[in-house]
């Protein structure tokens, strides 16, 4: 069941017209159609039925933000991993090593690590002078649209997608000179989770071809989100829905209404 948000205008909204209409019931012994017409007129009023429904915002994946400042340039880059900023931080310092060379603490040739050269470079934070460098990893943000596809795509509803889920197969590997590779299929989509040598990497790859009509759109693309944990690191035309629940305070209060005799006045 549906529980109202105070916190958030619409649930606010909610709340009150219920509290309302608790106190009509509770002044009158009933719902008087005349006064509860009012006060759904005043209360609808609140609402803006022109505009078009705001997206909503998905964290697609994260990044690693560097910004290095000097006298000459202030240059942000974005990269995948921490250690792949810091590396490139480290190469800025090492070919720029002659301007620390000599100070206390600073050897003749920069170190081979990547964080001790960044920390014996540019020192202290509060010691630092017309160089500093910032490193932060922060979320890359996606807007979806909650309303439906321009081309009347649905993808499947609950009630199938759990059927499909039901039907998913496995395909294991025979033995370790099976030239194919273990893979998961659920409607029609392929999913492979490896152990790869060559890339020295667990690896999943993602096999579409065979994907069922119902998830195809008709441009072709299949919407595909893909979390890592708790990252997404990868999210296009997905598209998030309403949550499904049961009939609460609103469809009550619809269905009781109609059943009003209004022509009576009550």
């Known amino acids: 069941m549906i529980a109202p948000d105070p916190l958030t205008p619409e649930g606010a909204a909610v709340i009150d017209l219920h509290e309302q209409l608790e106190d009509l019931e509770e002044r009158t012994g009933e719902w008087p159609g005349a006064d509860v017409v009012d006060l759904l007129g005043t209360w609808l009023a609140e609402f803006d039925f022109t505009r078009a429904p705001a997206a909503a915002r998905w964290v697609a994946g994260n990044v690693w ?3 290095r400042q000097d006298r000459h340039e202030d240059e942000v880059t974005l990269w995948a991993d921490e250690t792949s900023a810091l590396a490139s931080l480290a190469q800025h310092a090492r070919s720029n090593w ?3 060379e000599g100070g206390d603490g600073i050897p ?11 920390d014996l470079y540019y020192g202290p934070r509060d010691e630092r002078g017309d160089e500093d460098y910032w490193l932060y990893v922060d979320d890359i943000g996606r807007l979806a649209s909650t309303v439906p596809a321009p081309d009347g795509f649905l993808f499947p509803d609950g009630a199938s997608c759990a059927r499909a889920n039901s039907a998913a197969v496995f395909h294991p590997m025979i033995g370790p ?10 409607g029609g989509v392929l999913v492979f989770a490896y152990l790869d040598a ?13 994907a069922d009509e119902q998830v195809v759109r008709a441009d072709g693309t299949i919407p595909l989100h893909v979390e890592v944990g708790s990252a997404t690191v990868f999210s296009a035309g997905a598209r998030r829905v ?6 609460g305070l609103m469809r009550r209060l619809i269905r009781r209404v109609r059943r009003m005799c209004w022509w009576r006045g009550d």
């Open 242 to 247: 309403p949550a499904q629940s049961r009939p």
């Open 65 to 67: 933000v560097l910004r």
């Open 108 to 118: 003749a040739s920069p170190p081979a690590s990547d964080r001790r050269a960044v």
């Open 177 to 186: 000179d099976d030239e194919g590779l273990p893979a998961i299929e659920t």
């Open 98 to 100: 002659d301007n620390v």
């Open 198 to 210: 060559d890339m020295q990497a667990v690896r999943v790859s993602v096999d579409l071809d065979t």
